[in-house]
């Protein structure tokens, strides 16, 4: 079955850097666009960044753009997310997702805190 695990959550001081990874299987991986969301406390789930198939094309959201690159590693049925000059409201639990045949799926979450 689909399976989605992220990695890579923590506490960071503002202005610094985390890398969230997930790692797919169940699925060819290399067909599907990869998505990060990110849920606040009190807070909608909201998009954060896509990616094709290929890796090629991306879209991120107005508040990530310019910090946020999100990339992936077809060999390894990885997607990532790279976070930099982080802010306090970035603050939230990450879920990596995929949708298939209308069907959503989410990993588990990665809590990343933003806070000096």
């Known amino acids: 079955q689909v399976q989605l695990v992220e990695s890579g959550g923590g506490l960071v001081q503002p202005g610094g850097s985390l890398r969230l990874s997930c790692a797919a299987s169940?699925?060819?991986?290399?067909?599907?666009?990869m998505s990060w969301y990110r849920q606040a406390p009190g807070k909608e789930r909201e998009l954060v960044a896509n990616?094709?198939?290929?890796?090629?094309?991306?879209v991120y959201a107005d508040s990530v753009k310019g910090r946020f690159t999100i990339s992936r590693d077809n060999a390894k049925n990885t997607v990532y997310l790279q976070m930099n000059s982080l802010k306090l409201e970035d603050t939230a639990v990450y879920y990596c997702?995929?949708?298939?045949?209308?069907?959503?799926?989410w990993g588990q979450g990665a809590q990343v805190t933003v806070s000096s």
């Open positions: 169940g699925f060819t991986f290399s067909a599907y666009a």
């Open positions: 997702s995929t949708r298939m045949r209308r069907n959503d799926y």
């Open positions: 990616i094709g198939p290929a890796g090629v094309s991306a």
